[in-house]
């Protein structure tokens, strides 16, 4: 079965350092990869996407992608209170009918 | 901005109820779906839909079925509410092309007495 493997957490990091999560996936076929937070009674919210092999970088966010090792992370610098919440990776395991297939995510916890 | 909109965000209904859960999205999306996100189960695809009157069964149909009669609109339909499908409930569309991500509307809570 094709899958998308995060630790659950809680990750727990003090403020101001980088939170590091991370996602496997099973289909080397996958093309397209996707974080997204949710906080605690909310909905998910895209926050990155990635398709390279490589970084991303957006604000203080940044999306590394090593296809060969299969794996997807999220780096969070600079992390902040508000940055706590579930962590969600996704990924197109089906290459390319656009269903994206979710793991179910990683808490953060990020403590003054 | 990608806008998805479920209509109820918070409902009540009796067992054996017929339900109906909508959502509308403004960006001429083409793929409309409809998840279920429990505590520890993570979230479960219960049906899609690619185009208008187009539907495809998801990982967890059984008890629901859905309606597109117009591009924009995606409709979840409980035939007869029971307890176990008491969830939150998410919308999302995404354009039909590679490299689209999903747009979450914002949750329709559902408790079924």
């Known amino acids: 079965q094709k899958e998308v493997e995060q630790n659950s957490g809680p990750l727990s990091v003090p403020e101001g350092a980088i939170a590091s999560l991370n996602c496997t996936y099973s289909?080397?076929?996958?093309?397209?990869f996707f974080w997204y937070r949710q906080y605690s009674g909310k909905s998910p919210e895209l926050i990155m996407s990635?398709?390279?092999?490589g970084d991303k970088e957006d604000g203080r966010f940044t999306a590394q992608l090593n296809k060969a090792s299969q794996y997807v992370s999220l780096l969070i610098r600079d992390s902040q209170p508000s940055d706590s919440a579930t962590y969600l990776c996704?990924?197109?395991?089906?290459?390319?009918?656009?269903?994206?297939?979710f793991g179910r995510g990683t808490s953060l916890i990020v403590h003054p | 901005d990608v806008k998805v909109t479920q209509s109820s965000r918070y409902l009540v209904k009796r067992t054996g109820e017929k339900v109906f859960l909508e959502c509308v999205q403004d960006?001429?999306?083409?793929?409309m779906f409809w998840y279920r996100q429990d505590p520890g189960l993570g979230l479960r695809l219960i049906y899609f839909?690619?185009?208008?009157?187009?539907?495809e069964k998801g990982d967890i149909p059984e008890g629901y079925s859905v309606s597109r009669e117009k591009k924009e609109r995606f409709s979840l339909i409980l035939e007869s509410a029971s307890t176990n499908q008491t969830s939150m409930y998410l919308c999302?569309?995404?354009?039909?092309?590679?490299?689209?991500?999903?747009?979450f509307g914002e949750g329709s809570w559902l408790t079924v007495v």
């Open positions: 839909s690619y185009d208008v009157k187009m539907k």
């Open positions: 999302a569309s995404s354009l039909g092309s590679a490299q689209a991500a999903i747009y």
């Open positions: 289909d080397r076929g996958s093309q397209s």
């Open positions: 996704a990924a197109d395991l089906s290459g390319g009918s656009y269903i994206p297939t």
């Open positions: 990635i398709y390279s092999n």
């Open positions: 960006m001429d999306h083409e793929n």
